[in-house]
């Protein structure tokens, strides 16, 4: 009956609980866990400094500036953290010092037929040096689009004024970083992790041949994988819980 079938789950979940005490994909599992979240500000200070190279001392990055119109590249860029930018005059002179490596990238700026500034970027094409200066040409040309857009603003002749763009806000790469990445990973993990456990479970029983020991009771195959999901299933949101709590008390607000 109903009542006998939830006992004999009830059973094998407790058993299955019992017997992660001494799994050892489990117990990895949590020492990692335990790692990323205990010191979640190291990590967060080292992988974005790897994703962000404005998050770096020292880094700097040398960028050609070439063509008809480099004067607002040229502002932009060189007021940059990080950022060096210098003019040629010559565009064959440019692209020569980016192969010898003089250079990081080639940006040519010229204004088209409707007056809006066109930049076209040159860069390595593989490596993580190319990933960084990546991020630091869409920052420099963001800029400079915040800079061409107030000065179309100030130069049209409306009659009534635009919305105006909103002025830059200096938010830290760190606080990105920890909620769009390290949280939901702390969060996620626990569940992926519960899941290969049912599966690692499953077929340590079926190897042990006491799988069909377990069938013997009123239980089907289906009832088995249930229990054995019931227990793993319940560590997961204690894990999540306790891992926010431990990045709460190491100054990760939590809310």
Not at 5 to 19: K, T
Not at 49 to 60: C, I, N
Not at 99 to 128: K, P
Not at 200 to 215: F, V
């Amino acid at each position: 009956d109903a009542g006998s079938s939830w006992g004999a789950r009830w059973a094998v979940a407790r058993r299955e609980l019992a017997s992660l005490r001494s799994e050892k994909t489990i117990l990895l599992a949590l020492a990692i866990q335990l790692f990323i979240a205990a010191f979640s500000s190291f990590l967060v200070v080292g992988l974005v400094s790897l994703s962000d190279p404005g998050a770096v001392d020292g880094y700097r990055t040398e960028f050609a500036v070439t063509g008809d119109d480099t004067d607002t590249l040229l502002a932009v860029a060189n007021e940059r953290d990080g950022v060096t930018a210098q003019r040629y005059d010559d565009r064959g002179a440019a692209y020569d010092a980016f192969d010898a490596g003089a250079v990081s990238a080639v940006l040519d700026a010229n204004r088209n037929d409707d007056g809006q500034l066109v930049v076209r970027a040159t860069a390595s094409e593989s490596g993580l040096r190319t990933t960084l200066l990546v991020v630091q040409l869409r920052d420099t040309l963001e800029h400079v689009e915040r800079v061409e857009r107030q000065g179309h603003v100030e130069n049209s002749r409306l009659e009534q004024s635009p919305v105006p763009v909103p002025d830059e806000i200096e938010a830290s790469p760190y606080v990105g970083f920890t909620y769009t990445i390290l949280l939901p990973l702390l969060c996620f993990l626990p569940v992926f992790i519960s899941g290969s456990i049912v599966v690692d479970s499953l077929i340590e029983e079926r190897q042990r041949g006491t799988l069909e020991l377990l069938r013997v009771a009123p239980l089907s195959l289906a009832d088995v994988i249930d229990a054995k999901l019931l227990a793993t299933a319940a560590l997961a949101p204690l894990q999540a819980i306790a891992w926010l709590l431990l990045l709460s008390f190491n100054g990760t607000a939590i809310a």
